[in-house]
Protein backbone atom coordinates (compact mmCIF):
# COMPACT_ATOMS: atom_id res chain seq x y z
CA UNK A 1 0.00 0.00 0.00
CA UNK A 2 0.99 3.70 -0.74
CA UNK A 3 1.67 6.12 1.68
CA UNK A 4 -1.23 8.86 1.36
CA UNK A 5 1.19 11.90 0.39
CA UNK A 6 -1.35 14.21 1.55
CA UNK A 7 -1.04 15.51 5.18
CA UNK A 8 -4.66 16.58 5.40
CA UNK A 9 -7.55 13.82 5.56
CA UNK A 10 -10.66 15.71 5.94
CA UNK A 11 -11.35 19.02 4.20
CA UNK A 12 -14.12 20.98 6.00
CA UNK A 13 -15.81 23.81 4.24
CA UNK A 14 -18.16 26.87 5.18
CA UNK A 15 -20.76 27.68 2.61
CA UNK A 16 -22.08 30.93 2.99
CA UNK A 17 -19.47 33.63 1.62
CA UNK A 18 -16.97 30.46 1.19
CA UNK A 19 -18.49 27.97 -1.26
CA UNK A 20 -21.74 30.13 -1.81
CA UNK A 21 -21.07 33.83 -3.67
CA UNK A 22 -23.24 36.88 -3.48
CA UNK A 23 -24.26 36.16 0.10
CA UNK A 24 -22.74 37.24 3.48
CA UNK A 25 -25.57 34.93 5.36
CA UNK A 26 -28.20 33.17 3.23
CA UNK A 27 -31.05 33.67 5.91
CA UNK A 28 -30.54 37.37 5.51
CA UNK A 29 -30.55 36.97 1.62
CA UNK A 30 -33.64 35.30 1.99
CA UNK A 31 -35.47 37.46 4.10
CA UNK A 32 -34.24 40.73 2.02
CA UNK A 33 -35.76 38.92 -1.16
CA UNK A 34 -39.24 38.01 0.49
CA UNK A 35 -39.28 41.20 2.15
CA UNK A 36 -39.97 39.71 5.47
CA UNK A 37 -40.40 41.75 8.93
CA UNK A 38 -37.33 43.75 9.69
CA UNK A 39 -38.13 44.42 12.80
CA UNK A 40 -39.24 41.07 14.34
CA UNK A 41 -36.39 39.07 12.33
CA UNK A 42 -33.80 42.12 14.25
CA UNK A 43 -35.27 40.88 17.60
CA UNK A 44 -35.25 36.73 17.42
CA UNK A 45 -31.55 37.43 15.85
CA UNK A 46 -30.83 38.87 19.28
CA UNK A 47 -32.81 36.82 21.40
CA UNK A 48 -30.55 33.89 20.07
CA UNK A 49 -26.88 36.21 20.80
CA UNK A 50 -28.76 36.43 24.02
CA UNK A 51 -29.51 32.98 24.59
CA UNK A 52 -33.48 33.83 25.09
CA UNK A 53 -34.07 31.27 22.00
CA UNK A 54 -32.53 28.14 20.58
CA UNK A 55 -30.71 28.19 17.32
CA UNK A 56 -34.00 25.37 16.34
CA UNK A 57 -36.73 28.23 18.09
CA UNK A 58 -34.66 31.18 15.62
CA UNK A 59 -35.03 28.99 12.89
CA UNK A 60 -38.78 28.27 13.50
CA UNK A 61 -39.33 32.09 13.58
CA UNK A 62 -37.77 32.96 10.73
CA UNK A 63 -40.04 30.05 9.18
CA UNK A 64 -42.74 31.96 10.39
CA UNK A 65 -42.12 35.31 8.94
CA UNK A 66 -41.30 33.93 5.63
CA UNK A 67 -44.91 32.40 5.54
CA UNK A 68 -46.30 35.43 6.87
CA UNK A 69 -45.33 37.25 3.11
CA UNK A 70 -46.35 34.29 1.30
CA UNK A 71 -43.43 32.31 0.22
CA UNK A 72 -43.89 28.87 -1.34
CA UNK A 73 -41.21 26.81 -2.36
CA UNK A 74 -41.18 28.37 -6.12
CA UNK A 75 -41.17 32.31 -4.17
CA UNK A 76 -37.80 30.48 -2.29
CA UNK A 77 -35.99 29.06 -5.22
CA UNK A 78 -36.57 32.10 -7.34
CA UNK A 79 -35.18 34.05 -4.40
CA UNK A 80 -31.62 31.86 -4.33
CA UNK A 81 -31.76 33.27 -7.78
CA UNK A 82 -28.68 35.50 -7.14
CA UNK A 83 -26.48 33.11 -5.83
CA UNK A 84 -23.60 32.21 -7.57
CA UNK A 85 -20.30 29.89 -7.03
CA UNK A 86 -17.47 31.24 -5.41
CA UNK A 87 -15.02 32.12 -8.32
CA UNK A 88 -12.81 29.08 -8.10
CA UNK A 89 -14.46 27.03 -6.51
CA UNK A 90 -15.61 24.74 -9.00
CA UNK A 91 -12.05 23.95 -10.11
CA UNK A 92 -11.30 23.60 -6.09
CA UNK A 93 -13.86 20.89 -5.73
CA UNK A 94 -13.01 18.88 -8.97
CA UNK A 95 -9.21 18.78 -8.27
CA UNK A 96 -10.13 17.44 -4.50
CA UNK A 97 -12.62 15.14 -5.83
CA UNK A 98 -9.70 13.96 -8.04
CA UNK A 99 -7.52 13.64 -5.10
CA UNK A 100 -9.97 11.75 -3.33
CA UNK A 101 -10.17 9.08 -6.15
CA UNK A 102 -6.95 8.92 -6.28
CA UNK A 103 -6.70 8.22 -2.55
CA UNK A 104 -8.91 5.66 -2.39
CA UNK A 105 -7.91 3.47 -5.17
CA UNK A 106 -4.13 3.46 -3.39
CA UNK A 107 -5.80 2.24 0.50
CA UNK A 108 -5.91 6.26 1.92
CA UNK A 109 -8.80 8.02 2.56
CA UNK A 110 -9.74 11.74 1.91
CA UNK A 111 -12.82 13.14 2.92
CA UNK A 112 -14.77 16.82 1.76
CA UNK A 113 -17.48 17.59 4.19
CA UNK A 114 -19.38 20.61 4.58
CA UNK A 115 -20.25 22.14 7.93
CA UNK A 116 -22.65 25.10 7.51
CA UNK A 117 -25.70 27.02 8.54
CA UNK A 118 -26.81 27.54 5.26
CA UNK A 119 -29.77 25.63 3.52
CA UNK A 120 -30.12 22.97 1.16
CA UNK A 121 -32.10 25.79 -1.76
CA UNK A 122 -29.04 27.27 -1.86
CA UNK A 123 -26.65 24.62 -1.71
CA UNK A 124 -28.61 23.27 -4.77
CA UNK A 125 -29.17 26.28 -6.24
CA UNK A 126 -25.14 26.94 -6.99
CA UNK A 127 -24.07 23.25 -6.81
CA UNK A 128 -26.98 20.65 -7.66
CA UNK A 129 -24.29 17.86 -7.98
CA UNK A 130 -23.08 18.43 -4.61
CA UNK A 131 -23.34 14.93 -3.46
CA UNK A 132 -20.85 13.85 -6.24
CA UNK A 133 -18.02 15.89 -3.96
CA UNK A 134 -19.05 15.81 -0.26
CA UNK A 135 -19.01 12.91 2.27
CA UNK A 136 -20.52 14.86 4.56
CA UNK A 137 -23.32 17.63 4.64
CA UNK A 138 -24.43 19.35 7.96
CA UNK A 139 -27.13 22.30 6.65
CA UNK A 140 -30.43 22.96 7.55
CA UNK A 141 -32.94 21.79 5.38
CA UNK A 142 -35.99 23.23 4.37
CA UNK A 143 -39.38 21.17 4.08
CA UNK A 144 -42.12 21.49 2.10
CA UNK A 145 -45.42 19.88 1.84
CA UNK A 146 -49.09 20.48 0.02
CA UNK A 147 -50.12 18.53 -3.19
CA UNK A 148 -47.92 21.12 -5.26
CA UNK A 149 -45.25 20.67 -3.13
CA UNK A 150 -45.09 24.54 -2.50
CA UNK A 151 -45.97 24.71 1.12
CA UNK A 152 -43.38 26.10 3.39
CA UNK A 153 -43.98 23.21 6.22
CA UNK A 154 -40.97 22.87 8.45
CA UNK A 155 -37.09 23.16 9.02
CA UNK A 156 -35.23 20.26 9.62
CA UNK A 157 -32.55 22.01 11.47
CA UNK A 158 -28.81 21.59 11.80
CA UNK A 159 -27.65 21.29 15.44
CA UNK A 160 -23.81 21.93 14.07
CA UNK A 161 -23.71 26.14 13.42
CA UNK A 162 -21.59 28.72 15.11
CA UNK A 163 -19.91 26.69 18.45
CA UNK A 164 -21.44 23.63 17.65
CA UNK A 165 -19.28 23.79 13.90
CA UNK A 166 -16.77 22.16 16.08
CA UNK A 167 -18.40 19.07 17.44
CA UNK A 168 -19.74 18.11 13.84
CA UNK A 169 -15.49 18.68 12.67
CA UNK A 170 -14.92 16.36 15.80
CA UNK A 171 -17.82 13.83 15.01
CA UNK A 172 -17.05 13.57 11.60
CA UNK A 173 -13.12 13.00 12.31
CA UNK A 174 -13.86 10.35 15.31
CA UNK A 175 -16.17 8.47 12.96
CA UNK A 176 -13.48 8.29 10.39
CA UNK A 177 -10.76 7.77 12.40
CA UNK A 178 -8.81 10.78 11.45
CA UNK A 179 -6.84 13.39 13.99
CA UNK A 180 -8.06 16.93 14.07
CA UNK A 181 -4.29 17.38 12.93
CA UNK A 182 -5.25 16.10 10.22
CA UNK A 183 -8.14 18.64 9.81
CA UNK A 184 -9.08 21.57 7.40
CA UNK A 185 -11.10 24.34 7.74
CA UNK A 186 -12.25 27.02 5.57
CA UNK A 187 -14.63 29.96 6.39
CA UNK A 188 -14.98 33.47 6.67
CA UNK A 189 -17.13 34.39 9.32
CA UNK A 190 -17.43 34.93 13.01
CA UNK A 191 -19.43 31.64 13.33
CA UNK A 192 -16.57 29.77 12.43
CA UNK A 193 -13.98 30.84 14.87
CA UNK A 194 -14.40 27.78 17.20
CA UNK A 195 -14.12 25.01 14.66
CA UNK A 196 -11.24 27.31 13.23
CA UNK A 197 -10.12 26.89 16.29
CA UNK A 198 -9.84 22.94 16.38
CA UNK A 199 -8.64 22.03 12.89
CA UNK A 200 -5.52 21.71 11.95
CA UNK A 201 -5.36 23.40 9.43
CA UNK A 202 -7.95 26.58 9.40
CA UNK A 203 -7.81 28.83 6.51
CA UNK A 204 -9.67 32.04 6.40
CA UNK A 205 -10.88 33.23 2.93
CA UNK A 206 -12.97 36.06 2.01
CA UNK A 207 -13.02 37.15 5.45
CA UNK A 208 -15.48 39.62 7.21
CA UNK A 209 -14.52 38.66 11.02
CA UNK A 210 -11.51 40.58 12.32
CA UNK A 211 -11.25 37.70 14.77
CA UNK A 212 -11.23 34.84 12.72
CA UNK A 213 -8.38 36.14 10.52
CA UNK A 214 -6.46 36.82 13.78
CA UNK A 215 -7.20 32.81 14.66
CA UNK A 216 -6.72 31.24 11.15
CA UNK A 217 -3.27 29.82 10.92
CA UNK A 218 -3.88 31.38 6.70
CA UNK A 219 -5.90 34.25 5.56
CA UNK A 220 -6.75 34.25 2.07
CA UNK A 221 -6.74 37.62 0.52
CA UNK A 222 -7.30 36.88 -2.88
CA UNK A 223 -11.07 36.11 -3.98
CA UNK A 224 -10.62 32.78 -5.70
CA UNK A 225 -11.04 29.69 -3.74
CA UNK A 226 -8.16 27.65 -5.62
CA UNK A 227 -5.38 29.60 -3.38
CA UNK A 228 -6.34 27.46 -0.27
CA UNK A 229 -4.87 24.03 -2.76
CA UNK A 230 -1.54 25.13 -2.16
CA UNK A 231 -1.81 25.35 1.43
CA UNK A 232 -3.68 22.10 1.42
CA UNK A 233 -1.45 19.51 -0.96
MG1 LIG B 1 -20.01 31.81 5.96
Not at 177 to 204: K, P, Y
Request: with cysteine.
Amino acid sequence: MMKNDMKYKLICFDLDGTIIDETIFIWQTLHDALGSDKKKRKQYAEDFVNKKITYRQWAEHDLELWREVGATRTKMIQATDGLRLMPGALETLNELKRLKEKAKEEGNCLKLAIISGSLNIALEKVLPNYKDYFDDVYINHLIFDGKDGENLAGIRSTTFDFENKADALKEIAARENILLSECVFIGDHDNDIHVAEIAGLSIAFNCKSERLAQIADVVVEKKDLREILKYIL
